[in-house]
């Protein structure tokens, strides 16, 4: 984890463009929307991701050492899970804009995030050339996005969050 002093580098972003990704996220089915900063076969990832309350990201991991993850939250609040191998809780940190902006989600860590503001804008960055075969590991204790089942799953999380 990056302490609260920390902090990253984020590229601007104005207001008009924050309002146009909350836009774009709430006429996405998985009520989120990322606008990708970096070129096609780039090695360092770079992304601002717009997500809704309604947002369930499926747990999951990053496979690959360079894989480690930062997430920068800019607006909102938002709580980052961590689990072990068998969906155990391990750790949770929660992002808001006047407390802990910053975490580092290590490689092969399985994650979620739970939006607990009406939306959060987190801006991303993570090594290694993007290829949707090998990016990420599904966890497949957890529901799949789109199901009833994930509805619940985010729902017990989400007052998991509350006690952070």
């Known amino acids: 984890m990056i302490s609260a002093g920390e902090s990253m580098e984020i590229p601007l ?25 970096h070129a096609p076969g780039a090695y360092e990832n770079k992304v601002f991701n717009a997500m809704l309350s309604t947002s369930y990201m499926q747990p999951h991991q990053h496979p690959g050492v360079e894989k480690v993850e930062k997430i920068h939250l800019v607006k909102g609040k938002l709580c980052v899970i961590y689990f072990d ?8 940190h929660m992002l808001a ?8 989600v290590p490689a092969y860590q399985y994650h979620t995030y739970i ?8 801006y991303e960055t ?28 985010l ?9 952070v």
Request: hydrophobic content about 35%.
């Open 13 to 37: 972003i104005n207001a008009e463009e924050v309002l146009e990704l909350k836009s774009m996220a709430q006429q996405s089915a998985r009520s989120r929307h990322a606008k990708i900063l």
């Open 155 to 163: 729902a017990c999380h989400r007052e998991l969050c509350q006690t």
């Open 85 to 92: 191998n068998d969906g155990n809780i391990t750790k949770r």
């Open 115 to 122: 939006v607990l503001s009406e939306y959060a804008l987190t």
């Open 126 to 153: 993570m090594d290694g050339v993007y290829d949707p075969k090998s990016w990420k590991k599904l966890a497949k204790w957890a529901p799949k996005e789109g199901t009833e089942e994930a509805t619940k799953y």
């Open 97 to 104: 804009e006047n407390g802990l902006t910053l975490v580092e």
